[in-house]
């Protein structure tokens, strides 16, 4: 090393033990920011790779000050097939920044990946050839000044419309690029511009709309697959070996001059490219190719005799008639599923495939047949060599997913030909199987058998019945494949019995109606027998009700001011488009029925103004646009609606919404409802969001300028108290980049400022009224970042009349710890107020009330005299729930009006609470947290819920209050409980002390929660509605569980282990256990305890019946001694227990034992050890006996003996 560098170092050192950094006062040649902190904390930790042309030292600085680090070439690995370079790993402090100082003219390999960067800028570097910036989250890159890359990936960042990736076109060596899964590339981006390309790797690039590789010669590799690519030219591309298009736009391709290819994906299956079909495809003279995916096209044939080297082969989802597949010997796996080919077509099994997939479509037939049919089908199922076999099937709309084979009685077969023989209700369908084709049957399609006599009458498909006022009907009706050229004729009959003729032109919604007549009762649509309704319209006719459930074949359905009540669409599958807006429905339900008539291909849904407070759409949904404006929709759950762009959810009562899966959105209304907040992904491609009349403050409205269109003026009044001393405006301050709030107090009837001081503020957004009299006024507010809010639009507070403090106090309790925590209020009326004291000091804190209950969160201090007041006693609060506010006494007793009562965590002890006096009307009351052990009352015959959990009771009679429906009394010292509750449904003990409890006067008791108790028996007979069940965790036994075989839930597992003690050292009996409800028990012995491995199979170190120890009737011999020994009881009524014993030492007696080999020099007797003789021998004969221990007793006395 040179001496100027040593001495460079040196100095280095000193600086850095000085505390400062030499390298600091240069320019970093890499800044990057990480969100590494932001996921992991303190405790994060990552790691990069650079290299350099020859070996220089960089310093790091990770936010802790600089680390001096050498940094070596990149080099080649040849074993691994990767690059070993100089791996850098940081810690990072909360600012998340990294800073790498050195000379930029010898970096000239850099990889990132998985780094968690947002942000990255090297502008000095201009030596690098390989660059991996992969698995990040970029939301900008430029890379225009590196002319000298050769290796480029930045897959996997996002990036955003504003801040595209750059890759610049300067770069003449550029041979590898990987751009897969990226949100925005600069669409000047060109192929053609790097002509020493080999790989461009581009999956799912939406945003990339063109690919011109014609200036890559060298091409090898060119995937594109979910691109934004319509098409492709790589006739330029001679040596390209591998080319993805799969799931984009391209319908056509010329291969001719790529005479290289081994591998071409083509297919079009996902989401959004089921439209995009090829043809046709030309596979001459492509000896090279191996594999071949061209699913999801239209190809009706597919020649690949020119392809001897294909090995997979992927065509399903076509329209193929036949594959001949004789010039391909090498090919492993084949799969030609959904085409249209049959077993004389279909290619035969070879052994050597691996996989074969081959089901079919099925058999086109006609809609029904006579009886006496003949169905022939040997040109299809018939193959020389084979035997085919035929089955008549039938099933019914309403189990769609269950077949029954029909008896012979109904068919005959032969020689591949169907002679039907007797109607049948439901559809029918063929099934044929090939001893060739084992694994895949062939099917027809459904079809129903009629008599003779039925043939060609009209079916009714749609019955409506109308408001008695409707006389004059007219309807929209549009049948599959009518269009004006072909038009098709339905019937309608208005009530008296005859059919009228009507024609349908187009398959979807006509113009104008195309039936009008005069109605006598309900009226019915008919189709033909050959035609299928596809689309329905009526429009401001009211109707009392509709029966769509035969008309499963419509795709437009249009049914709006009409007042309809009801709708039922269960069986509608094939749903495209639903206006159902301007009607009374008041729950609205698109889901599948019997997992199998999901509303698939539902795009487009309008059911705005109805009444709407529930809807559920389908799990697998395919909807672009949906509008339920105008309903009264508390919660809407927007999971799964990946595809939706125009979302309209105005005028309803959402409080929250979440945006996270609306991975399309484009439109966004949601208006006119109670939002606070709402989070706007980086993602989401919104074009125009509406979020007015919600009740947004400056503080929580997202910022102008991210989306083009955005309203967010007027909000929802801010809502202060009909009268009031004071106002907290506080949460509509907002100060943006030195931006702040304006307030304004106004005169409520003229809109004139109110007179100079009669309005004071101490603090940002907290106001006092020092002129009681004042009269009604508001706050009008005003920010320069929205400057929307303006005129009538500002936003501003509903009107308060100023008032003195009140002096009515309605609660006062003792804090004994300053400390953060909550308090849930509600009240009689929207706009009712209380006031705080919480210091003791006169200074209140106001909160505004609503009739629905709001969360508070507030700052107790120790040793206060907390005062609550309301201006009086008609202020009526109905919710008063304070959680971790720890109290040493409180005096609730000035309530009048509370529904519920809670005060959770408090502290409290017996006696330190005065109970409000409208404990005769109290519903709900919460003492949970408390270290209470009896309560201070005996009457509250209106309640409902009672929580004690986490207290110290030991006894508890909850028998007074009859109207109790659910008894929390969990996490105490409960000893005994009295239960005579007749309405009670629900009831918590667990984790107690309880041995019994006597559940014979709570019939209605439907969830029952036991676990950790010390119960080993329990009745439940009188409580037939039990549907949960929780005993786990007590000492109940195979002898004593109820076997709950009526109970949904029931939980009884993880019971106390049973405490045994060997008899004479070596006999366990167990007999208690032998059989639970009538079924026998199984007993296993371990050495130690046992576990549960990988598969969640019970193992371990067990013994061996016979062997080691015997067993009859649950009582065990040992055979021989063991030490820490247990045995597991399982059975079968209740497989959810592994009944244990505690664990035991055995020591079978050994005295006078001796092994049997051959024979016995005595003629003897031989016992086991229950004292029956089971068998004798002769001198010199050896017993026939199983291994176990005996007693011999022979002429010389009796011994024990071991036989094994």
């Known amino acids: 090393m040179k001496l100027t560098s040593i001495i460079s170092r040196m100095a280095l050192a000193g600086a850095m033990t000085m505390g400062f950094l030499t390298a600091s006062a240069e320019e970093p040649i890499i800044t990057f920011h990480t969100n590494v902190y932001d996921n992991t904390g303190e405790t994060n930790a990552f790691h990069f790779y650079l290299g350099a042309k020859e070996p220089i030292y960089v310093d790091v600085d990770c936010g802790f000050g600089s680390i001096e680090t050498e940094v070596g070439e990149a080099v080649f690995d040849s074993e691994t097939g990767g690059i070993s370079a100089t791996v850098i790993t940081c810690t990072v402090s909360e600012e998340g920044m990294v800073r790498i100082y050195g000379d930029a003219s010898k970096i000239d390999y850099i990889d990132m990946e998985g780094c968690y960067i947002s942000d990255i800028s090297f502008p000095q570097l201009t030596e690098v050839e390989i660059i991996n910036l992969s698995y990040n989250e970029l939301n900008a890159l430029d890379l225009s000044h590196m002319t000298k890359l050769q290796s480029i990936d930045v897959s996997r960042n996002p990036f955003t419309a504003e801040t595209p990736l750059v890759i610049g076109a300067n770069k003449p060596d550029l041979a590898i690029l990987d751009i897969s899964i990226i949100?925005?590339?600069?669409?000047?981006?060109?192929?053609?511009?790097?002509?020493?390309m080999r790989s461009f790797l581009a999956w799912s690039v939406r945003d990339l709309k063109t690919i011109d590789p014609t200036g890559c010669p060298y091409l090898l590799q060119l995937s594109a697959d979910l691109s934004g690519i319509s098409s492709i030219d790589v006739s330029k591309n001679p040596s390209l070996m591998i080319l993805n298009v799969a799931d984009t736009k391209v319908t056509e391709l010329d291969l001719s001059n790529n005479p290289y290819l081994t591998e071409l994906y083509c297919g079009h299956r996902a989401a959004g490219f089921e439209n995009y079909k090829m043809t046709s495809l030309d596979l001459s003279n492509k000896s090279e190719l191996q594999r071949l995916f061209c699913e999801g096209n239209a190809l009706t044939t597919l020649d690949v005799s020119g392809c001897p080297k294909l090995i997979n082969l992927s065509c399903t989802n076509n329209l193929l008639t036949e594959l001949n597949i004789d010039a391909c010997p090498n090919i492993a796996t084949l799969n030609v599923m959904n085409n249209l080919m049959d077993f004389s077509t279909l290619p035969l099994p070879r052994e050597t495939f691996n996989e074969y997939y081959y089901t079919q479509c099925p058999i086109a037939m006609a809609r029904s047949y006579a009886v006496g049919t003949k169905l022939d089908f040997s040109d299809k199922v018939l193959r020389e060599g084979s035997v085919t076999q035929a089955f008549l099937f039938q099933v019914s709309e309403e189990s769609p997913n269950t077949a029954e084979m029909l008896p012979e009685d109904y068919y005959s077969y032969e020689n591949g030909t169907i002679t039907l023989l007797k109607t049948v209700t439901d559809s029918v369908y063929v099934t044929f199987i090939n001893d060739i084709f084992q694994d895949y049957p062939m099917t027809t399609s459904k079809f129903l058998v009629k008599e003779e006599s039925e043939m060609g009458k009209p079916n009714p498909v749609i019955d409506l019945s109308f408001y008695p006022t409707v006389k004059?009907?007219?309807?929209?009706?549009?049948?599959?494949?009518?269009?004006?050229?072909?038009?098709?004729?339905?019937?309608?009959?208005?009530g008296n019995g005859e059919?009228?003729?009507?024609?349908?032109?187009?398959?979807?919604?006509?113009?104008?109606?195309?039936?009008?007549?005069?109605?006598?009762?309900?009226v019915i649509i008919y189709m033909p027998e050959d035609s299928d309704i596809s689309a329905f319209a009526i429009n401001g006719q009211r109707l009392m009700s509709v029966d769509l459930t035969r008309a499963i074949t419509l795709a437009y359905l249009s049914i709006t001011d009409c007042q309809l009540p009801t709708i039922n669409l269960t069986w509608n599958r094939c749903l495209r488009s639903l206006d159902l807006s301007g009607n009374k429905l008041s729950t609205l339900d698109l889901s599948e029925a019997n997992g199998s008539y999901g509303k698939n291909v539902l795009s487009h849904i309008n059911a705005s103004n109805n009444a709407l407070t529930e809807v559920e759409l389908s799990t697998r949904t395919a909807i672009l646009s949906l509008d339920l404006s105008?309903?009264?929709?508390?919660?809407?759950?927007?999971?799964?609606?990946?595809?939706?762009?125009?979302?309209?959810?105005?005028?309803?009562k959402l409080t929250e919404v979440s945006l996270t899966d609306l991975e399309a959105i484009e439109t966004l209304n949601l208006s006119g409802n109670q939002l606070t907040a709402i989070q706007l992904l980086d993602y989401l491609p919104l074009q125009n969001f509406d979020i007015s009349s919600n009740n947004f403050t400056f503080a929580t409205l997202p910022l102008p300028g991210v989306v083009a269109e955005y309203k967010y003026a007027p909000q929802n009044a801010i809502l202060l108290p009909d009268m009031a001393p004071t106002a907290n405006l506080s949460e509509c301050y907002a100060d943006i980049d030195g931006q702040t709030t304006s307030y304004r107090w106004v005169m409520d009837a003229t809109g004139a400022d109110v007179p100079a001081g009669s309005i004071t503020t101490a603090c940002t957004g907290r106001f006092r009224f020092t002129d009681a009299d004042l009269g009604v006024v508001r706050c009008e507010m005003t920010h320069p970042v929205f400057p929307d809010f303006k005129g009538a639009d500002v936003l501003s507070t509903t009107a308060v009349q100023t008032a003195e403090m009140p002096t009515h106090v309605f609660a006062t309790f003792t804090t004994t710890e300053t400390a953060e925590a909550t308090l849930v209020l509600a009240a009689q009326k929207d706009g009712a107020a209380v006031y705080i004291d919480w210091e003791g000091t006169g200074d209140v804190e106001q909160y505004s009330l609503q009739t629905s209950y709001i969360s508070f969160a507030v700052n107790t201090h120790a040793g206060a005299e907390v005062k609550c007041y309301?201006?009086?006693?008609?202020?009526?609060v109905t919710v008063f729930s304070a959680s971790d506010i720890k109290m040493s006494k409180i005096d609730a007793s000035p309530m009048k009006s509370l529904i519920n009562f809670s005060l959770i965590n408090a502290g409290l002890e017996n006696g330190s609470i005065v109970y409000p006096s409208c404990m005769n009307t109290l519903e709900e009351l919460s003492l949970a947290g408390n270290n209470l052990s009896k309560l201070d009352f005996t009457e509250a015959p209106a309640l409902v819920m009672l929580n004690l959990n986490s207290n110290a009771f030991k006894t508890f009679d909850a028998s007074a209050f009859k109207a109790l429906t659910n008894l929390y009394v969990a996490y105490n010292e409960l000893e005994s409980v009295k239960l005579d509750n007749p309405v009670m449904w629900e009831c918590a003990l667990v984790n107690n002390a309880l041995e019994s409890i006597d559940l014979s006067k709570v019939p209605a008791m439907r969830q029952l929660f036991l676990s950790y108790n010390s119960l080993s028996t329990i009745d439940i007979s009188a409580i037939t509605k039990l549907e949960s069940f929780y005993i786990d965790r007590n000492n109940f036994t195979f002898a004593t569980l109820p076997l709950g075989s009526d109970i949904t839930t029931y939980v009884y597992s993880n019971q106390t282990p049973l405490v045994v003690t060997p008899t004479d050292g070596y006999i366990v009996d167990l007999s208690s256990q032998k059989e639970c409800h009538g079924v026998p028990t199984t007993y296993t012995w371990y050495i130690d305890s046992p576990y549960y491995d990988e598969n969640d199979n019970l193992v371990g170190e067990n013994l061996y019946e016979g062997e080691e120890y015997t067993i009859k009737d649950g009582v065990t011999t040992f055979i021989k001694p063991f030490t820490h020994i247990m045995c597991v009881m399982t059975n079968t009524a209740l497989p959810d227990l592994l009944l244990?014993?505690?664990?035991?030492?055995?020591?079978?007696?050994q005295d006078s034992i001796e092994e049997v080999i051959a024979s016995d020099s005595q003629a003897a007797r031989w016992y086991n050890l229950s004292g029956v003789c089971v068998a004798e021998t002769a001198e010199g004969q050896a017993p026939s006996l199983a291994p176990g221990i005996y007693v011999r007793v022979t002429a010389s006395g009796a011994t024990k003996v071991l036989v094994d």
């Open 183 to 196: 949100d925005y590339i600069d669409q000047s981006f060109n192929l053609s511009d790097y002509p020493a």
């Open 1140 to 1149: 244990y014993t505690d664990f035991i030492d055995v020591t079978p007696l």
């Open 499 to 522: 059919l009228v003729d009507f024609t349908a032109t187009t398959n979807e919604l006509p113009l104008a109606p195309n039936v009008t007549g005069t109605r006598t009762g309900h």
């Open 472 to 494: 004059q009907v007219s309807l929209s009706v549009g049948l599959q494949g009518a269009t004006s050229e072909n038009p098709k004729t339905f019937k309608v009959d208005f």
């Open 630 to 652: 105008d309903n009264n929709i508390a919660e809407m759950s927007l999971t799964k609606l990946s595809s939706l762009t125009d979302l309209n959810l105005s005028g309803n």
């Open 870 to 876: 309301s201006y009086d006693e008609n202020d009526a």
